[in-house]
């Protein structure tokens, strides 16, 4: 199914952006494909989160990354994470929760994960909306299918025009409509691990009237034990264009049950398929309500605007060791006989919001100049339930209640968070253009508890600032860009984070509130400098950023405890770093090579509780000093991709994949005994074959050499060292518990496309 031509005025700018990737120096993975002749002269990225006119590229002053629906519908991959994984520069992501659907995503060592108590550092947007979840600030990559994006856009560093949560970066995600997408499919697939996918999907236009509709429908065993998933997506837009008028309405919903493994401790890795313990399951439930618009009230001034409500549930079953076994209650004078506590956390969110952005694009003492104008808000509810249960442990590590769910907290929190921002971008002359932008932020968090038990748990925080961006491009040639950045960013403390910040008093994740002292606000600072080139069938690009976190705010664990701790305002960390990337295409064939090297430090010394850190002083603390860097972040990577393209007929891809070591969370200090977990490389295959008229026959193979490698550890104890791995915690052994990636895997499909 081929888009229809695209008009520049009737498109906003992202989808203008996915038109032009195969002319983008700094995404093309299909660098093979010819300039369709349908193609804007130009290259327009949308730099703000609503419609307005876009931003011609030439004069971004960003490392920007855009990847459209035809890259994801050739490399197949089984989620959008894992595509994100492969191709652009400076993201990796780790296995921390055991699950594809569940992977934090890192981007310039910036996190973007589903992990309750993760230090977030992305903000992700959908159409405009902002789908950071308004209690914690999670991202949930398992609501939206593959099928409904049109476009996936990276803006790197901490514009403020995207507003709160963009420390490191914001991703954009632009859903397709059935303007661009005439026609119908239907998809099934199956292979490894019993994974088994039926994708539909149905878009057309009636005059002034468009459609588009999709579902996606996959159930998968896992690869590991006790964590199968199941995946349950909708999507559906309703379109109506005039002349100057474009409105969207669109659904999202998704009902969806993911299992986990937990990390893992090295001591196991005899059968990696094992759990510590178990079960672990998150149910994710959505629905959300959107309407998007824009109105052409000139050909260069346009409002836009958008509304939305959204409504996420997110169920929570934890198993876990308990870490009292044993200790003496100095009520009973008893010891703890309990071996085993399930928790179980229900989170309940109701967000709304709005935006509206004016962009008049006039000349300004005779020189090009655009101007932006924009306003928003997100109101968020959520209500945060935690209970507990004793349990017994099976002989497989399995949990068994022994007695019923207590409930251990009961708290309802608001979030409200309005902004105003401004962007100009003036032409000095045809060679030199200037941006300069702000956005004034008004963040407030109250929590109110529910219970009648815990009253010292009300509080309310409020977190005010402007955030001033700059930027300067330079274009001596149409086919070179050289461009110097600066800009900052703020992110709030969440509800979450603000009432688990005392020592004293450790909570658990997914969190159980306490009355704590209050934190402060994170402040980003980020420089770039870069350049991009296109000459012919090569492109060229080449980023040097640096982004300083003041107050930067970290989950530091707790005496004894693997899963329970508090959150605490470390001082400054600093991510800086390069990237380098460049493509070549010889007829069907096009390689594209994607480089970067991360420095993630902390820059202000301070003392962790790791007790499980081999370096640790008999109260558990290890001392952190200016230079040593933030685990879970490779200082290199490297991500390659192979096309051949055989027109129509049938294509050809290989990925690859490798990342250096890292270090374990709780060696925040880098001098544990267990050391550095090891770096890796993978190599991932897929083809495609057309045949008949409109059947395509597609495959895929994960990991071609079945590497078995980790992406994420942990300090923690291993209290499973009896014989046969049997509950042993008189002899416990601390450990590193590594996040291993999945074994190879191969699937296969057929698909059937209709006009």
Not at 413 to 418: A, F, K
Not at 449 to 456: K, L, R
Request: charged fraction near 15%; proline fraction near 6%.
């Amino acid at each position: 199914m081929r888009p229809r031509t695209l008009q520049y005025r009737r498109q906003d700018g992202f989808s203008v952006a996915v038109a032009a990737a195969s002319v983008c120096c700094t995404t093309l993975p299909s660098l093979a494909q010819p300039v369709q002749t349908e193609l804007p002269a130009v290259v327009v990225i949308s730099t703000t989160p609503l419609p307005g006119l876009g931003t011609p590229l030439r004069d971004v002053a960003a490392n920007v990354q855009t990847f459209g629906a035809r890259d994801l519908a050739k490399q197949r991959q089984g989620n959008v994470t894992d595509f994100l994984e492969q191709n652009p520069t400076s993201i990796n992501v780790n296995a921390a929760q055991g699950n594809p659907y569940q992977v934090d995503l890192s981007f310039r060592g910036f996190t973007a994960s589903p992990l309750v108590g993760a230090a977030q550092g992305l903000s992700v947007f959908q159409d405009g909306v902002r789908i950071n979840e308004p209690f914690g600030d999670v991202v949930n990559w398992d609501l939206l299918p593959q099928s409904a994006i049109a476009s996936i856009t990276l803006i790197p560093g901490s514009n403020p025009l995207f507003g709160l949560n963009t420390l490191g970066g914001a991703l954009s995600i632009v859903t397709k409509s059935g303007r661009d997408t005439i026609g119908g499919a239907a998809e099934l697939s199956g292979g490894s691990f019993g994974r088994s996918t039926l994708q539909l999907e149905q878009g057309g236009a009636d005059g002034n009237w468009d459609y588009f509709v999709t579902g996606n429908f996959s159930k998968d065993q896992g690869w590991a034990q006790h964590n199968p998933s199941r995946v349950e997506q909708f999507f559906g837009k309703l379109g109506h264009r005039q002349d100057r008028t474009e409105v969207d309405l669109s659904l999202s919903a998704a009902n969806n049950r993911l299992e986990g493994t937990q990390t893992l401790p090295v001591s196991f890795f005899d059968d990696v398929t094992q759990a510590y313990t178990y079960p672990d399951v998150n149910t994710n439930q959505l629905l959300m309500l959107a309407l998007k618009g824009r109105h052409f009230i000139a050909n260069d001034t346009v409002l836009g605007g958008n509304v939305f409500v959204r409504r996420f549930r997110n169920l929570n079953l934890s198993s876990n060791v308990n870490d009292q076994f044993g200790v003496v209650d100095p009520n009973t004078g008893l010891p703890d006989d309990v071996q085993a506590v399930i928790d179980r956390a229900v989170i309940e969110q109701t967000s709304a919001g709005f935006g509206a952005q004016l962009t008049l694009q006039r000349e300004l003492g005779g020189l090009r100049n655009q101007l932006v104008l924009g306003a928003g808000g997100d109101f968020g509810r959520a209500t945060y339930t935690q209970e507990s249960q004793p349990a017994a442990l099976t002989e497989s590590r399995g949990t068994v209640a022994t007695g019923v769910f207590e409930t251990e907290t009961f708290a309802q929190t608001r979030s409200h968070n309005l902004a105003l921002y401004a962007m100009d971008s003036l032409a000095l002359d045809p060679q030199w253009t200037l941006t300069a932008s702000g956005r004034i932020n008004s963040a407030s968090v109250s929590i109110r508890d529910q219970s009648g038990n815990d009253p010292q748990l009300d509080g309310d925080h409020s977190f005010t600032r402007f955030n001033p961006g700059l930027g300067l491009n330079f274009n001596p040639t149409p086919a070179l860009t050289a461009y110097a950045a600066y800009n900052e960013g703020m992110r709030a403390p969440t509800a979450m984070e603000l009432t688990c910040a005392d020592p004293a008093a450790p909570c658990k994740l997914p969190n159980a509130f306490l009355a704590d002292p209050p934190l402060r606000k994170i402040v980003a600072q980020t420089f770039e400098l870069g350049a991009r080139g296109k000459d012919g069938a090569s492109t060229w690009g080449f980023a040097l950023y640096r982004t300083d976190l003041n107050d930067d705010i970290q989950f530091t664990g707790s005496a004894g405890a693997i899963n329970a701790g508090y959150f605490q305002n470390v001082g400054k960390t600093r991510r800086q770093g390069a990237e380098i990337n460049a493509g070549q295409s010889w007829g069907p064939l096009s390689i594209v090579a994607r480089y970067s090297f991360i420095d993630a430090t902390y820059r202000t010394g301070f003392v962790e509780n790791s007790p499980f850190n081999s370096t640790a002083d008999p109260n558990g603390g290890i001392q952190v000093k200016p230079g040593d860097r933030i685990p879970g972040v490779p200082r290199q990577s490297l991500h390659l991709r192979l096309d051949v393209d055989a027109g129509q007929a049938w294509s050809f891809g290989a990925n690859v994949v490798a990342n250096s070591s890292i270090r374990a969370r709780g060696d925040e200090n880098n001098q544990d005994a267990s050391g550095a977990v090891p770096g890796y490389a993978v190599i991932n295959l897929d083809a495609r074959l057309r045949f008949g008229k409109g059947f395509e026959a597609f495959a895929r193979i994960n990991n071609l050499l079945d590497r078995q490698y980790a992406n994420f550890a942990i300090l923690g104890q291993n209290v499973f060292t009896g014989p046969g791995r049997s509950f042993d915690p008189g002899n416990p052994m601390n450990e590193s518990f590594r996040g291993l990636g999945a074994p190879r895997g191969a699937w296969a499909g057929l698909r059937y496309e209709w006009e």
